[in-house]
């Protein structure tokens, strides 16, 4: 065969394999919504959470009586690949025996680093800040493209990522590592890629948390956050990746639960229709989905009986309500839709317009046509779960991690360290992973002393302990600012020479400033672990680039 014809046929295949074409026609999808009665087309506006890792009485209750249109998977609810396959096929089994055998959106939160639900078996990718580190686009795509290729592979089709929040708050104690930076160029340049990547492998992306959710300093898990800046600012900064977002085509988009005066001084930007409808819909353009977070959160919670703020939220111009944890809430706000479309407060054109996006979706990534077949054999070579944890998916997140470490001070040029060290070298750990994997990479560790730092810890009590060994240097990894009070309380007793690395949030470094050397690795997976006593061994230059400014 001719080269450039051999070239030509192989790109088609990639182009052919990896972008999803709908399989439906607009007059088949309008066919399906003409068919559906006003109670499916109600279901189809839930994404609920599910209470364990088997199809039990509750998931088939809201399948068969209230036509769900997804389900969410978290933690409780993930053990490995093969029991996440199953689940989520018996799932797809039901909603094909309802009346129009409409296929659910399975959802899931697979952020990478500190969010990542499927971990057992897969691999699990150090965090956008470590993303944004690198500064690589293609790693960005990348890191998209195996996420979706594994998450195919376990029946998942939506994924509730990336964040495209930019962190330009260090004291904000949710997004921190989950945002690709400070810099809306750099988050718009990351997350469209990373967005692009998933999308051209079969799922659908969630750009999160509109309007944005960086600049707090409260959790909206907990209490309802204010971002008081003006519009200029928000049009400037915070709606600066969403709008590039739009533009990449992304599927969908989640509302955050946040005050924002400037937009709508009433209510919470998920309850707002200045927010959703005129701002996103009408002057960026937006004809995706609009998902809320979940109603159960206590910025909605506190203020708003669930049922009411999903009623609210679907007026506002959301399409979908995701409520995760509670069957009475979850119930609550099925009856309370289905009584606001029969006192028409929700008319059923606007029910049809959302409809009609979630099956266009479903649709998107192939929902309609994957075949609804359990795996006989989960373990076998050629197993579709085979891709799962797959070794060049394992070699790509070492990448990402070794390219994401960052060198933030080192002003006595202690780096390297010997792998035969000669002098006592106590390893403060905050896990087994970090003492497991610094002791294996050395050649002799007769000298090295390892000791477990809890996450909860009293400085004060536990500095004069850890000298007794008399160290020549610490190394210390650190997780949360206990632990880093507690470096930089060494660092004000002692004249011993001490190595840092924030196997976390970079600010963190920002506690400790008179260790003598300060490294960022982002994340405590494995693999940021590896790539991080690599650099301290001389056997890798950090070359990562802080994507957050330091106080």
């Known amino acids: 065969m001719h080269f450039k014809y051999k070239t030509f046929l192989y790109l088609f295949l990639i182009f052919f394999v990896t972008i999803p074409v709908c399989a439906l026609t607009d007059i088949e999808i309008e066919g399906i919504i003409g068919r559906m009665s006003v109670d499916e087309k109600i279901g189809q506006l839930f994404i609920f959470g599910l209470g364990g890792r088997e199809v039990g009485p509750v998931p088939k209750a809201h399948i068969a009586k209230r036509f769900a249109g997804g389900f969410i998977l978290y933690d409780k609810n993930v053990r490995d690949p093969a029991q996440v396959e199953a689940l989520t096929t018996g799932l797809q089994q039901l909603a094909q025996e309802t009346p129009n055998a409409i296929p659910l959106f399975i959802a899931i939160d697979q952020e990478g680093g500190i969010v990542a639900r499927l971990r057992k078996g897969a691999t699990v ?39 495209m929040d930019i962190n330009t708050n260090p004291n904000n104690p949710v ?70 977002a739009i533009e990449t085509g992304v599927a969908a988009i989640m509302s955050a639960h946040i005050l924002y005066p400037a937009l709508d001084a009433e209510v919470p930007a998920t309850l707002s229709r200045p927010i959703l409808t005129r701002l996103l819909r009408q002057q960026l353009g937006y004809d995706g989905l ?124 202690l780096l390297p360290l010997s792998e035969e060290p000669q002098e006592p070298v106590l390893v403060l750990s905050p896990s087994r992973d970090f003492s497991n994997t610094f002791l294996k990479a050395h050649t002799d560790i007769s000298n090295i002393t390892p000791v477990f730092i809890p996450a909860q810890l009293n400085a004060r009590q536990l500095a004069p302990q850890l000298l007794l060994t008399k160290p020549s240097v610490i190394v210390a990894g650190i997780v949360n600012a206990q632990q880093a009070d507690l470096i930089h309380l060494l660092s004000q007793k002692i004249d ?42 001389g056997k890798r230059h950090a070359i990562g680039k802080l994507p957050v400014t330091i106080p």
């Open 125 to 163: 990718l150090p965090g956008n800040l470590a993303l944004g580190a690198t500064r690589s686009k293609a790693l960005a795509e990348k890191a998209g493209e195996l996420t979706a290729i594994e998450l195919t592979a376990v029946g998942v089709n939506l994924n509730f990522a990336p964040v």
């Open 496 to 537: 011993i020479p001490i190595i840092v690395i924030s196997l976390r949030s970079p600010y963190l470094l920002g506690k400790c400033p008179d260790v003598a050397c300060a490294i960022a690795a982002y994340d405590g997976n494995y693999f940021s672990i590896a790539a991080a006593v690599d650099v301290l061994l």
């Open 290 to 413: 609009i998902i809320t977070d979940d109603l159960e959160m206590k910025a909605i919670d506190d203020q708003y009986e669930t049922g009411k703020a999903a009623v609210l939220a679907i007026r506002a111009g959301a399409d979908i309500v995701l409520i995760t944890s509670t069957l009475a809430k979850q119930q609550s706000a099925y009856t309370a839709i289905r009584q606001a479309v029969r006192r028409r407060e929700i008319s059923e054109i606007r029910l049809n317009e959302s409809v009609r996006r979630i099956l266009k979706s479903k649709a998107a990534c192939g929902a309609f046509e994957k075949p609804i077949v359990p795996i006989e054999n989960p373990n076998a070579i050629n197993s579709p779960l085979a891709v799962v944890g797959r070794r060049e998916h394992r070699e790509i997140a070492q990448t990402i991690a070794t390219r994401a470490i960052t060198l933030v001070k080192n002003t006595k040029g």
């Open 175 to 244: 997004i921190g590592v989950r945002s690709y930076g400070e810099s809306p160029d750099l988050v718009t340049e990351l997350g469209t890629a990373y967005i692009r990547g998933l999308q051209r492998n079969g799922v659908l992306a969630t750009a999160k948390h509109f309007p944005g959710h960086g600049d707090t300093n409260v959790d909206s898990h907990k209490k309802l956050p204010i971002v008081t800046h003006n519009k200029k600012r928000v049009n400037a900064v915070e709606l600066a990746p969403f709008r590039a």
